[in-house]
């Protein structure tokens, strides 16, 4: 299983590349049957197929066999002002057309991103990141296929001696594997299925002339990662009712904070260390879930990939808030029983005190930033703070403090003797 924190950079990196080249960018699949390998001149044409295919075959690929360094598959020389490129291939690599076809679209994408000027950052503390980021590009450009087949590729050899004693040919077998690229086989078909799902190209088609070691693979992580891996996210309810499902929680957990917030301010010198920490902390909470979600949600895009990459982040966020949500939930609720306990007496004696005040106009302070809000009978279910933008449910604007502040301080009355 791909880790998560692999899951966020990648949808991250995704997200960039769609912003930046994803209009331009087609949504095919280079088969890795499209590109022969036979000789030298072979090499050349495979190069120049891959680079018409990305969009930049005004530059023309020189491949040179070489010796090099035990785990270099390939290196290209990356100077700008020439428009001839020259790409070395490890001669250890042509023995293997899938390493080969591997090793030429990662190299061959090195030049795209520096064509487009796309990279995490030019310093040499950023060299392994930008490696990653070609790696997940040669998968967003379509050239995905070549990479699942070459990524990993298995040698095996026999060798066969006559043993005297036994009177028996006895045979060994050697498998030496042979690794391109810096993502994981695993890795990359978490991104490949994610562009292939995010550009709604059916399974058949990204299925098609892979090997069966690689199907199976593909099969194994679309069951593992299916909560990202989904074509719900091209439809809009298919995050909304998830949304309404977290807008539910939000609401009735404000309920409760703003019920504990009158009463505590009503009772604040003795309830003080009990309420006013827990309520402002799980006030951010509810504050920084709301931010993240919104801010996924209401990206004015029209693009569907970005929409589906939006939904797809969305759908995860929501998913862990909701957990965190839950446990801050049931805290507020047990403080909140604890609470109306200190009270019973008094909401048996005095219920119009705790009822629901009817909305008027009203000026409440953000639980946040302090800010003071102004609000009307007519205002929607959600008031925004104009600070930070923490949104209060209006139904959660419950119990009239005043009264209860004014009831306490008759019960609290000193009393005198005469």
């Not at 309420?275 to 693009?303: A, C, R, W, Y």
Request: charge should be negative; include cysteine; hydrophobic fraction near 35%.
């Amino acid at each position: 299983m791909v880790n998560q924190k692999y899951i966020d950079d990648y949808l991250s990196k995704i997200e960039m590349l769609e912003r930046r080249v994803g209009v331009d960018t087609t949504y095919k699949l280079l088969e890795p049957n499209e590109i022969v390998l036979s000789d030298l001149f072979s090499l050349q044409r495979a190069a120049k197929t891959i680079a018409r295919f990305i969009g930049i075959d005004q530059f023309n690929f020189v491949i040179v066999p070489a010796e090099l360094s035990e785990n270099t598959a390939g290196q290209i020389d990356l100077s700008v002002d020439k428009n001839e490129v020259k790409i070395e291939i490890s001669k250890k690599q042509l023995e293997h057309p899938e390493a080969v076809h591997a090793t030429l679209a990662h190299e061959i994408t090195h030049k795209f991103l520096q064509f487009h000027n796309i990279h995490i950052g030019n310093n040499l503390v950023h060299q392994y990141e930008n490696e990653i980021l070609t790696d997940l590009t040669v998968v967003f450009l379509g050239l995905g296929k070549l990479m699942l087949e070459g990524c990993h590729v298995e040698e095996v050899t026999e060798s066969s001696y006559y043993n005297f004693d036994s009177a028996s040919t006895t045979t060994t077998s050697t498998t030496i594997t042979h690794y391109t690229g810096y993502l994981k086989m695993e890795q990359l078909g978490f991104i490949y299925l994610f562009v292939c799902t995010m550009r709604k190209i059916p399974s058949l088609e990204y299925m098609r002339n892979l090997r069966s070691d690689v199907k199976k693979m593909l099969e194994v992580v679309q069951s593992e990662h299916s909560s990202y891996i989904n074509q719900r996210f091209h439809t809009d309810s298919s995050y909304e009712s998830l949304f309404e499902e977290f807008k539910a929680i939000i609401e009735q957990h404000q309920k409760i904070l703003f019920t504990q917030d009158f009463s505590s301010s009503a009772v604040k010198q003795l309830l003080e260390s009990q309420f006013d920490g827990p309520i402002q902390n799980e006030h951010k909470v509810i504050g920084e879930s709301l931010s993240v979600v919104n801010k996924l949600l209401n990206d004015n895009t029209f693009d569907p990939c970005l929409l589906f990459i939006n939904r797809v982040r969305a759908d995860a966020v929501i998913s862990n808030q909701l957990i965190v949500l839950s446990q801050k939930f049931n805290d507020a609720y047990t403080r909140n029983q604890n609470f109306r306990r200190y009270f019973k007496g008094l909401r048996n004696y005095l219920p119009h005190l705790f009822g629901t005040r009817p909305i008027t106009q009203e000026t409440i302070f953000c639980p946040i930033d302090g800010t003071e809000i102004q609000f009307t009978g007519e205002t929607s279910e959600f008031v925004t703070c104009p600070t930070c933008y923490y949104q209060i449910s209006t139904s959660s604007l419950r119990w009239q403090p005043s009264k209860l502040q004014q009831f306490l301080g008759w019960m609290f009355r000193p009393y005198s003797i005469d």
